[in-house]
Structures are given as structure tokens and as C-alpha cells.
């Protein structure tokens, strides 16, 4: 895992923003204090939320913070169902998602259009990993959608040595594989032959041991044994890697925030934990598990 950026010396301090009444489990409206906070979804968050909930316990003994992965698509699930607090999400929920909140909770859960509360917490520049053994140093995200899309299959027509393309790739649940098919496959289907891995960790494991392999990951996962690919926006340009310059400037073309999801405007213990973590402290811990915090306001 990447652990080599900068803290952030200064305070962060970013407010929520109104997003209505709150309901959901283990939450109450009137700013009643919940004794445990249930976060649940996107895997790439799952280390960044669960060293956040270490500290936060730490500090308020009295409190528990639950963790659990599966994927961005199982805390939306939940997050309707009423099965957790927080949806922990690595794309934005869709409208029809959002729906379906207001649907499960009813209409006067919440305030007109305001069926969710999106919280951005953290940046994130999706990380193209090879083999650390691959000469390839570049793609652009035209060659990544060839080789994603099964149009590019050998490794010498993209600066590699010559030998065939292994894809891995996330299940159709996470919020990493949704956002790679909007953003580089252009909402196109995969190939056939991309092997779906069950979280981001299997992807990471399987690229270190294929010196074919390519895989995708939040820039917090990058350990050794593989290594990260330069993305250039167009074929010719030069390629970019996703620091934390690159990343909260934007210049990196695959930069995305990371989210957290509650029914309506969160309250009590789940209200004062999300602006913790947004907070100076809360944002260091981004970058002490390899993202980036979230720009002062």
C-alpha cells in the first residue's frame, strides 16, 4: 500500500451539506445519539473507513463503528433496505437509486429531492496496475478501452513484450467497475475474457503474480510487486500518474471522489463521525492509507 505522501499540515474543515430530515438504522431525526455506527460498501474504502473507525473508537470508547466491504452496489442495497448508517461509495449514487431510498423509507422521510445526503470524504485517482516486471509505461485511455474491450490482446501494441493480455477487473456490484466502464470503456461491456475478481485486494494479488496481467484499483492499494501505469487522456500525450497533485488538480483523467451515503441529512453519533472525518484529523488519515483529503473551503 502506498504510504509515502505528505500529511496535510493544515485544517481541514469542510461542512455537510443540509440534505433534509434523517432516518435509518441506528440513527434517529432530533439528533438522537446512536452507540454504533454501521458503514457498509465500496471495497476500495473499506481500509480508509475502517482506520477512521480505529481512531473515532479510540477516541469515544463508548461509541462502535462497524466496517464492511462487498462493494459500492451492496451499500446502495443496504442503504435502501435500511441495513447500514453510511453507504460507502466509490461512484455516485444514480438517480434511480436515490428513488428508491425515498420509496423505502417513504415520502416524508425526507425532504423533496433530497432522498440521500452525498458527502464527498475523499479523492481517489484510479491506479492502471501492471506486473512490476512489464516494460509498458504508458497507456492512453484509448489503448486502455482496446484492451478492456478486447480490440488490443498482445502486449507489443502497447509498448509491452510480446505476449498475451490478461484483463482483471472488479464484479459488476462495485463502484470501481462502474466507474471504469463510464470513464474508459465509454459505458461499453467488457470483454469476455476480463476476469472478474471478487475486491480490489484479488485484483492486486493476481497482477503481482501474471507478468500479463493488468488490473485497475483505488490508489491506496499499490503495494510491490506491481507496478503503476502512466494514463495520458489521448493517444501522443504525455502520461500522467495519479499523485496528489495530478489528482486534486483534475489533471489526472481518471481522478474521482470517494463518498458517503446516508437517508437524509445524518444526525447524532453518525452526523458527528462523518464531520470528524472530515476534519484535520480525519483527513490525514487519507493520506496515511494512501488517498488524498478533500480541498479546504
Given at each position: 500500500?502506498?504510504?509515502?505522501?505528505?500529511?496535510?499540515?493544515?485544517?481541514?474543515?469542510?461542512?455537510?451539506?443540509?440534505?433534509?430530515?434523517s432516518?435509518?438504522?441506528?440513527?434517529?431525526?432530533?439528533?438522537?445519539?446512536?452507540?454504533?455506527?454501521?458503514?457498509?460498501?465500496?471495497?476500495?474504502?473499506?481500509?480508509?473507513?475502517?482506520?477512521?473507525?480505529?481512531?473515532?473508537?479510540?477516541?469515544?470508547?463508548?461509541?462502535?463503528?462497524?466496517?464492511?466491504?462487498?462493494?459500492?452496489?451492496?451499500?446502495?442495497?443496504?442503504?435502501?433496505?435500511?441495513?447500514?448508517?453510511?453507504?460507502?461509495?466509490?461512484?455516485?449514487?444514480?438517480?434511480?437509486?436515490?428513488?428508491?431510498?425515498?420509496?423505502?423509507h417513504?415520502?416524508?422521510?425526507?425532504?423533496?429531492?433530497?432522498?440521500?445526503?452525498?458527502?464527498?470524504?475523499?479523492?481517489?485517482?484510479?491506479?492502471?496496475?501492471?506486473?512490476?516486471?512489464?516494460?509498458?509505461?504508458?497507456?492512453?485511455?484509448?489503448?486502455?478501452?482496446?484492451?478492456?474491450?478486447?480490440?488490443?490482446?498482445?502486449?507489443?501494441?502497447?509498448?509491452?513484450?510480446?505476449?498475451?493480455?490478461?484483463?482483471?477487473?472488479?464484479?459488476?456490484?462495485?463502484?470501481?467497475?462502474?466507474?471504469?466502464?463510464?470513464?474508459?470503456?465509454?459505458?461499453?461491456?467488457?470483454?469476455?475474457?476480463?476476469?472478474?475478481?471478487?475486491?480490489?485486494?484479488?485484483?492486486?494479488?493476481?497482477?503481482?503474480?501474471d507478468?500479463?496481467?493488468?488490473?485497475?484499483?483505488?490508489?491506496?492499494?499499490?503495494?510491490?510487486?506491481?507496478?503503476?501505469?502512466?494514463?495520458?487522456?489521448?493517444?501522443?500525450?504525455?502520461?500522467?500518474?495519479?499523485?496528489?497533485?495530478?489528482?486534486?488538480?483534475?489533471?489526472?483523467?481518471i481522478?474521482?471522489?470517494?463518498?458517503?451515503?446516508?437517508?437524509?441529512?445524518?444526525?447524532?453519533?453518525?452526523?458527528?463521525?462523518?464531520?470528524?472525518?472530515?476534519?484535520?484529523e480525519?483527513q490525514?488519515?487519507?493520506?496515511?492509507?494512501?488517498y488524498?483529503?478533500?480541498?479546504?473551503?
Amino acid at each position: 500500500m502506498r504510504m509515502t505522501h505528505a500529511l496535510v499540515a493544515a485544517p481541514v474543515l469542510l461542512a455537510l451539506a443540509g440534505c433534509g430530515q434523517s432516518v435509518g438504522n441506528g440513527q434517529q431525526s432530533g439528533g438522537a445519539k446512536a452507540k454504533t455506527v454501521t458503514i457498509k460498501g465500496s471495497d476500495t474504502m473499506v481500509i480508509l473507513c475502517g482506520r477512521w473507525a480505529e481512531i473515532y473508537m479510540h477516541h469515544n470508547p463508548g461509541v462502535k463503528v462497524q466496517v464492511t466491504g462487498g462493494g459500492t452496489g451492496v451499500g446502495v442495497a443496504a442503504l435502501i433496505n435500511g441495513g447500514t448508517d453510511i453507504c460507502a461509495a466509490s461512484r455516485p449514487m444514480k438517480d434511480k437509486e436515490k428513488a428508491q431510498v425515498k420509496a423505502r423509507h417513504g415520502k416524508d422521510a425526507v425532504a423533496p429531492g433530497k432522498e440521500v445526503c452525498e458527502t464527498p470524504v475523499a479523492l481517489d485517482g484510479l491506479s492502471v496496475i501492471v506486473n512490476e516486471s512489464n516494460p509498458a509505461e504508458q497507456l492512453s485511455l484509448d489503448q486502455l478501452d482496446g484492451i478492456y474491450r478486447g480490440k488490443i490482446a498482445d502486449w507489443k501494441e502497447v509498448g509491452g513484450a510480446p505476449g498475451r493480455i490478461v484483463c482483471y477487473g472488479r464484479e459488476n456490484s462495485s463502484g470501481t467497475h462502474l466507474y471504469f466502464k463510464e470513464h474508459v470503456l465509454k459505458n461499453q461491456d467488457f470483454a469476455a475474457n476480463v476476469q472478474s475478481l471478487p475486491g480490489t485486494a484479488a485484483i492486486i494479488n493476481a497482477v503481482s503474480k501474471d507478468k500479463s496481467g493488468i488490473g485497475y484499483s483505488g490508489v491506496g492499494f499499490v503495494v510491490p510487486g506491481v507496478k503503476e501505469i502512466k494514463v495520458s487522456a489521448k493517444e501522443g500525450e504525455k502520461g500522467i500518474l495519479p499523485t496528489k497533485e495530478n489528482v486534486v488538480s483534475g489533471v489526472y483523467p481518471i481522478s474521482r471522489k470517494l463518498y458517503f451515503y446516508t437517508v437524509g441529512e445524518p444526525a447524532g453519533e453518525v452526523k458527528t463521525f462523518i464531520e470528524w472525518t472530515l476534519g484535520e484529523e480525519g483527513q490525514k488519515v487519507c493520506e496515511q492509507v494512501g488517498y488524498y483529503p478533500m480541498p479546504r473551503r
